[in-house]
């Protein structure tokens, strides 16, 4: 079954298709307002497991298209595959009213949306993310980004898709580490936002890729929190940061390791343990709340890492939400309840991640 939402951004809003046939749909939409020249942006992988079956798809439409295809994995965040995209599209001739379509993960939706809002100051965009993590988070919202070498996501615009269109059955040929990277960012929005999503998680006996998980569910509710928080702060002045609950240490830890080093969920679950732990000491998070919280991020497999020796300080300080000298933190004071907390010292996120794992 196919089920649609949207995210009312005035005379920006868009739908977030999710279920069976959502592709079809979106060549359906793009015939009825046809682009120009289109450009497939997807990775090696996605590429050639769905690349074919979505030009086909495109082609029955009559959309003329060039395919471009970078290599897997965050590396592509950058600036020699902005470089890269931008002029296979100026050599295609791409103008004004052209089309990217990202075809993929997190990685291809930020680099193909950071493309789609430069090139020619602005084309079309449309997202059709295949990675849990790209259809319950990145693929919705507008950020689009790529990393230097300082940091992450320290490149980027807000740029919002003409369409998200979500084919849930993809998500069959994902790595299991890719699977459980992107119910991190689910079990994010559930504890930051959503308590009801919190118990339907945690009653799910197995939330593994062959377990019980009922993911349409956990797409659309995800998507909902995420359109509802986007259309009250769509620039991240206030509320939106809340999206960044377990990133602040997150985003140093994978930084620090070396992108790739980690999936972005796995850093993303370290650095929740962190601000769980934290939320204990500084907001009142009950003690039971926080076991109960834990217990479900600790059936989220994560690799052991050393973290030693980084300078997780410099990173934490680099931090996109840094003002003022200061990091501010999103911890909650109980399951699906936030608030923002300005940190003097932000090297305190790493001593509660520490915490959090010793048990004390
Ligand atoms: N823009 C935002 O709001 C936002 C939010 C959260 C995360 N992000 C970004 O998202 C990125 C992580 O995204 P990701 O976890 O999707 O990583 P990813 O795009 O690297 O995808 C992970 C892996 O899965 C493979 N893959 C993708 N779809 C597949 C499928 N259906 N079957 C088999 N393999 C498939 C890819 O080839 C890749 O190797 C990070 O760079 C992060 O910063 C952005």
């Not at 040929?173 to 994010?188: F, I, N, Q």
Request: net charge negative; proline share 3%.
């Amino acid at each position: 079954m196919r089920r649609s939402i949207s995210v009312d951004l005035g005379e920006r809003s868009y739908p977030i298709v999710v279920g069976e046939g959502a592709w079809e749909e979106m060549a359906g939409y793009l015939a009825s307002r046809p682009p120009g020249k289109a450009a497939l942006v997807t990775d090696e992988r996605v590429g050639s497991l769905y690349g074919g079956r979505v030009r086909k798809i495109l082609d029955d439409a009559g959309i003329d298209h060039l395919l471009i295809t970078v290599p897997r994995g965050e590396k592509s965040k950058s600036f020699r595959y902005l470089e890269l995209l931008c002029r296979e599209m100026a050599v295609a001739d791409m103008a004004r009213d052209g089309l990217v379509i990202a075809l993929g993960g997190g990685v291809v939706g930020d680099l193909a949306g950071m493309a789609a809002s430069t090139f020619l100051r602005g084309v079309r965009f449309v997202q059709l993310p295949t990675t849990l993590l790209a259809m319950v988070d990145s693929s919705v919202g507008g950020k689009t980004g790529i990393n230097i070498p300082e940091g992450k996501n320290l490149v980027g615009t807000f740029y919002q898709p003409e369409g998200v269109y979500a084919q849930t059955a993809v998500l069959g040929t994902l790595e299991e580490r890719d699977w459980y990277s992107g119910l991190a960012e689910a079990v994010k929005i559930a504890l930051s936002m959503d308590a009801e999503f919190f118990s339907f998680l945690e009653s799910t006996a197995d939330f593994g890729p062959e377990g019980d998980l009922d993911i349409s569910r956990v797409v659309l509710t995800a998507c909902e929190n995420k359109a509802n928080v986007v259309r009250q702060d769509e620039r991240e002045s206030g509320l939106r940061r809340v999206l960044n609950f377990g990133h602040t240490l997150g985003h140093a830890i994978e930084a620090a390791l070396g992108y790739g080093t980690l999936r972005h969920g796995e850093a993303v679950i370290m650095g929740m343990k962190g601000a769980l732990r934290l939320s204990m000491d500084r907001c009142g998070l009950p003690k039971e709340r926080y076991r109960q919280a834990m217990a479900v991020l600790d059936r989220i497999p994560v690799p052991s890492v050393g973290l030693g020796g980084e300078d997780f300080g410099t990173f934490l300080r680099r931090d996109k939400k840094a003002a003022g000298g200061k990091v501010q933190a999103v911890l909650i004071r109980d399951i699906g309840y936030h608030e923002f907390t300005d940190l003097e010292n932000p090297a305190v996120l790493m001593d509660a991640y520490e915490r959090s794992i010793a048990g004390t």
